[in-house]
């Protein structure tokens, strides 16, 4: 039977430093219950450390300030204990590449079977199996009964994600975190991963956090998309909107730096001149002013508010050049 999520997610102001370094510097997102929301930016924008941080996977070294909210419980003020509950039976997150987020030491029915018995405490173990087949089956995975005792190296990289899948869906978890769960594998690969996502995101009725460097990756799987620059939040929008009326310069800027449809063949793309700021690095004002063709004195000063660029409140863009106010000088 369909369970449709009624948690939502919402970061408020969330930054992560590592001694003198602050990789994520200003980082909002809500996740509306059942939604599916892409994460997209650049590798170094801090998509991955937010991730870690609702997870709470971040080293213990980590400073975190701001708040992750979780049903309006801040998971940065509970204890151990509560998050641990809440790993893998609420939220639960799928990592990059499989190889490494699979134990090698054991089989895939073993690992499937412990979550089973500790998140969803299921003491019977044909019971376990039983459900854990199902999983395998439901993820994609043919023979599910042989891969049962396969080892995580006798898979092949699309299946072993396939396998990462159903451990996650086995706690029932009401949000699935996804972080770049296709960038290892082929392009023919990749599109039934990203399928596979959307069928269970619709039939389990969990909301989806998509966490992409590719625009059209994000925008074929989620409703929404926010984007990240140097550890901040410069823009969210519908899927269609971003993709065809981008407000943010550099939003604009990834769209350009894609291969067109109708390019000739060794057509020299378009890039972003500059570089990503140091995390180390101390921005006064718009973090994306020294490499932004339309800057002005005040993009260098002062940072730019989240204008609201719909009627729904919760698409903006953080760019002086859509303030309303017109106050551009």
Same mark, same amino acid.
């Given at each position: 039977?369909?369970?449709?999520?009624?948690?939502?997610?919402?970061?408020?102001? @969330?930054?992560?430093?590592?001694?003198?370094?602050?990789?994520?510097?200003?980082?909002?997102?809500?996740?509306?219950?059942?939604?599916?929301?892409?994460?997209?930016?650049?590798?170094?924008?801090?998509?991955?450390?937010?991730?870690?941080?609702?997870?709470?996977?971040?080293?213990?070294?980590?400073?975190?300030?701001?708040?992750?909210?979780?049903?309006?419980?801040?998971?940065?003020?509970?204890?151990?204990?509560?998050?641990?509950?809440?790993?893998?039976?609420?939220?639960?997150?799928?990592?990059?590449?499989?190889?490494?987020?699979?134990?090698?030491?054991?089989?895939?029915?073993?690992?499937?079977?412990?979550?089973?018995?500790?998140?969803?405490?299921?003491?019977?173990?044909?019971?376990?199996?039983?459900?854990?087949?199902?999983?395998?089956? &439901?993820?994609?995975?043919?023979?599910?009964? &042989?891969?049962?005792?396969?080892?995580?190296?006798?898979?092949?990289?699309?299946?072993?994600?396939?396998?990462?899948?159903?451990?996650?869906?086995?706690?029932?978890?009401? @949000?699935?975190?996804?972080?770049?769960?296709?960038?290892?594998?082929?392009?023919?690969?990749?599109?039934?991963? @990203? &399928?596979?996502?959307?069928?269970?995101?619709?039939?389990?009725?969990?909301?989806?956090?998509?966490?992409?460097?590719?625009?059209?990756?994000?925008?074929?799987?989620?409703?929404?998309?926010?984007?990240?620059?140097?550890?901040?939040?410069?823009?969210?929008?519908?899927?269609?909107?971003?993709?065809?009326?981008?407000?943010?310069?550099?939003?604009?800027?990834?769209?350009?730096?894609?291969?067109?449809?109708?390019?000739?063949?060794?057509?020299?793309?378009?890039?972003?001149?500059?570089?990503?700021?140091?995390?180390?690095?101390?921005?006064?004002?718009?973090?994306?002013?020294?490499?932004?063709?339309?800057?002005?004195?005040?993009?260098?000063?002062?940072?730019?508010?989240?204008?609201?660029?719909?009627?729904?409140?919760?698409?903006?863009?953080?760019?002086? @050049?859509?303030?309303?106010?017109?106050?551009?000088?």
């Amino acid at each position: 039977m369909r369970r449709v999520s009624s948690s939502k997610l919402e970061i408020r102001n @969330l930054a992560i430093r590592f001694g003198r370094g602050t990789p994520v510097r200003n980082a909002e997102i809500l996740i509306e219950p059942g939604q599916s929301l892409g994460v997209v930016g650049e590798s170094g924008s801090g998509k991955s450390l937010t991730s870690l941080a609702i997870m709470g996977l971040l080293p213990e070294h980590a400073e975190v300030t701001g708040e992750i909210l979780w049903n309006g419980q801040d998971l940065l003020k509970v204890s151990a204990n509560v998050r641990r509950e809440l790993r893998g039976r609420e939220i639960a997150m799928i990592f990059q590449d499989p190889m490494s987020s699979l134990n090698p030491s054991f089989t895939v029915g073993f690992q499937i079977d412990e979550v089973l018995k500790l998140r969803l405490g299921m003491r019977e173990a044909s019971a376990r199996r039983e459900r854990g087949l199902q999983l395998l089956a &439901e993820v994609g995975i043919p023979a599910p009964h &042989e891969r049962w005792s396969a080892y995580p190296h006798q898979l092949s990289g699309g299946m072993s994600q396939r396998v990462s899948i159903a451990m996650a869906l086995a706690g029932e978890p009401e @949000l699935l975190i996804a972080d770049e769960p296709t960038t290892a594998l082929d392009v023919t690969v990749q599109m039934q991963i @990203l &399928e596979l996502l959307s069928s269970l995101k619709k039939s389990h009725g969990m909301s989806l956090m998509f966490v992409t460097h590719d625009l059209a990756v994000a925008s074929r799987v989620c409703d929404d998309i926010v984007v990240f620059y140097a550890g901040r939040t410069v823009e969210r929008a519908s899927a269609s909107q971003l993709l065809s009326r981008p407000r943010h310069p550099y939003t604009k800027a990834l769209l350009r730096a894609r291969p067109q449809p109708g390019d000739p063949a060794r057509t020299r793309l378009n890039v972003i001149e500059g570089i990503v700021p140091r995390a180390s690095e101390d921005i006064q004002g718009c973090v994306f002013a020294s490499r932004c063709e339309s800057v002005f004195d005040r993009c260098r000063s002062e940072i730019p508010s989240r204008f609201v660029t719909s009627n729904a409140p919760n698409q903006f863009a953080s760019c002086f @050049l859509i303030d309303p106010t017109g106050e551009k000088k």
